[in-house]
């Protein structure tokens, strides 16, 4: 019940506080009570507070008459309902851990578990720390940012079929002209109108199933709008080697087999075409990439976050590096916010989501104030799960102009240019889908996952896994415009490496550990800082462990 009653709000991208969600179920009839505040809710709430519901249903009910009983009776050592519910499902939950974007509850355990010692956290103090005193000329530049892609504000998504049928649609004929552009690919037939006596077949279709034989040959369902036909791949073939999801859109030549299929050979993803030419800034300008600040946490990194900033004010040393970085691009999880997974309150120092942004503003709050920070949500921060995600939700934007932090606030995936040089910038939630999917892919290798991306011209080509995706008119994960720079956090990795003119960022975290990663003996690489100089090109990722 109590995750139903949550659900509700989550899935519209609506926070409820511990205190809002005890109010709703301890309620006589939680879910239609949930149902009537919902309808009265008025656009856009980004929090339902205990006051928000009491002007709705009226103040709530006065607390139960024998006080004194409940006192002594046994049935008050257990833990109360909502508590128990949740132990009960914990095996269940356990196992999908990291899929819970969308629950938002939160506090309703963790108080009761007395977390609340850990509510005012010494905070990290970075008073005193002083400027260099080497010439910054990054200090003088004006901001040279254009925003090309955001979704804030302009989401298409209504969430019905109709939705869903437009969304694959575009997919589907977005990425075939991708594909038609390759060398024998543009007169490349629908399904339903290949010619019946022609030997040679070339077509282009969306990956609806994959199969393997006990003979060991592959099978691949390919599909578009016109019909359906089966791809065999025989084992013996380098083809069989080749990595297909679900619902990319590929193309294939070969032979017509006699079953009426077809026998592949020769696969083409949609892409990076190379030779491509990389772009650059005029004059010597960086920009810096880092991601998964999961402020909140018991593990966030405090003392590398104070090398970081003695850096960027450069008093820690590689002035000549810290004094050219102009924009600090931050892809997803600024904050670990609440209810993320299973008992997260327990791991949590700041168990607010809107103080969890205030401390973030404050940390940004002593870096250098030339630095423009572009700041993207996650699937830890607080707006609607379902990618593209829109940027932080003005109240939210209020609270870093408050603490003085020159910060643009973009969505999830977003493209920009940073004096010329385009930046597509993801947070990389369906990794999770790859490194599942595909044999052989790491957390430890998320370049790779990156790669798989840009080849398939699509940031989350699997659909319907772990990666909650909206149903736009448009699919926004396809990757249209190529990027110089491709950013990712998310799997709290780090890396830089360069595929076909498109320079591959995996921004690291400032997270230690967890307990969760622990036990899957998942060990991360925090605190690092990719840093490219937009005017040479040259890179350096600084460690600040
Ligand atoms: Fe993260
Ligand atoms: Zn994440």
Redesign the pocket.
């Known amino acids: 019940m109590q995750r139903k009653v949550l659900d509700l709000f989550t899935s519209r991208g609506i926070l409820v506080t511990a205190q809002a969600g005890e109010r709703l179920l301890d309620s006589k009839d939680p879910l239609s009570n949930a149902e009537q505040v919902l309808a009265a809710l008025p656009e856009g709430t980004l929090f339902l507070t205990h006051d928000v519901i009491d002007g709705i249903l009226g103040p709530s009910p006065p607390p139960p008459k024998e006080e004194e009983e409940v006192q002594e009776s046994p049935v008050s050592a257990e833990p109360p309902a909502g508590g128990e519910e949740k132990g009960g499902e914990r095996n269940e939950e356990e196992e999908e851990w990291e899929e819970k974007g969308e629950e938002a509850d939160i506090e309703l355990g963790g108080r009761e578990r007395g977390g609340e010692g850990k509510e005012h956290p010494h905070l990290l103090d970075l008073n005193g720390i002083p400027d260099g005193t080497a010439d910054f000329p990054a200090r003088g530049l004006g901001s040279n940012l254009e925003v090309t892609f955001d979704i804030t504000g302009c989401s298409t998504s209504s969430g019905d079929i109709s939705g869903f049928q437009h969304y694959f649609k575009d997919r589907y004929s977005t990425l075939r002209e991708m594909i038609r552009k390759h060398r024998g690919y543009s007169p490349a037939a629908k399904i339903s109108q290949l010619d019946p006596h022609a030997a040679e077949l070339r077509l282009i279709g969306m990956v609806k199933e994959c199969s393997t034989t006990k003979a060991g040959n592959k099978m691949v369902d390919l599909e578009d709008d016109t019909g359906v036909i089966t791809v065999f791949i025989p084992k013996d073939s380098d083809l069989a080697r080749t990595t297909l999801v679900h619902d990319e859109v590929i193309g294939v030549a070969g032979k017509r087999d006699n079953r009426g299929g077809l026998r592949a050979e020769e696969i083409v993803f949609p892409d990076i075409p190379i030779g491509r030419k990389r772009k650059k800034a005029e004059y010597p300008v960086a920009a810096a990439f880092c991601?998964?600040i999961?402020v909140g946490s018991d593990t966030f990194l405090g003392e590398a976050w104070k090398r970081f900033v003695e850096f960027m004010r450069g008093s820690g040393g590689d002035e000549e590096w810290a004094g050219l970085i102009k924009y600090l691009v931050v892809a997803?999880?600024l904050v670990d916010g609440i209810g993320i997974y299973p008992k997260q309150e327990e791991e949590l120092v700041i168990h607010d989501i809107g103080k969890q942004y205030e401390e973030l503003a404050r940390l940004f709050s002593y870096l250098p104030d030339h630095l423009e920070i572009i700041l993207m949500p996650?699937?830890?921060d607080a707006v609607r799960p379902a990618e593209p995600q829109p940027a932080l939700a003005a109240p939210l934007q209020e609270i870093f102009t408050d603490h003085g932090v020159n910060a643009r606030f973009l969505s999830n995936p977003s493209s920009f240019s940073l004096e010329g040089v385009k930046v597509l910038a993801y947070h990389g939630r369906s990794m999770d889908d790859l490194l599942s999917a595909v044999p052989g892919l790491t957390y430890e290798h998320p370049l790779e996952a990156m790669r798989i991306m840009l080849q398939r011209r699509h940031m989350a080509p699997i659909y319907g896994s772990k990666t909650p995706l909206a149903p736009e008119n448009e699919d926004h994960m396809i990757i249209r415009d190529i990027p110089d720079i491709f950013v990712t956090?998310?799997v709290?990795s780090a890396g830089m490496e360069l595929y076909r003119g498109v320079l591959l960022i995996n921004s690291s975290?400032w997270?230690d550990q967890t307990s969760y990663q622990k036990m899957h003996n998942f060990n991360p690489v925090p605190a690092k800082l990719p840093v490219v100089n937009l005017q040479s090109l040259e890179c350096r990722v600084f460690d600040f462990l």
């Open positions: 991601s998964d999961h997803g999880d996650g699937n830890h956090g998310h709290h975290t997270q």
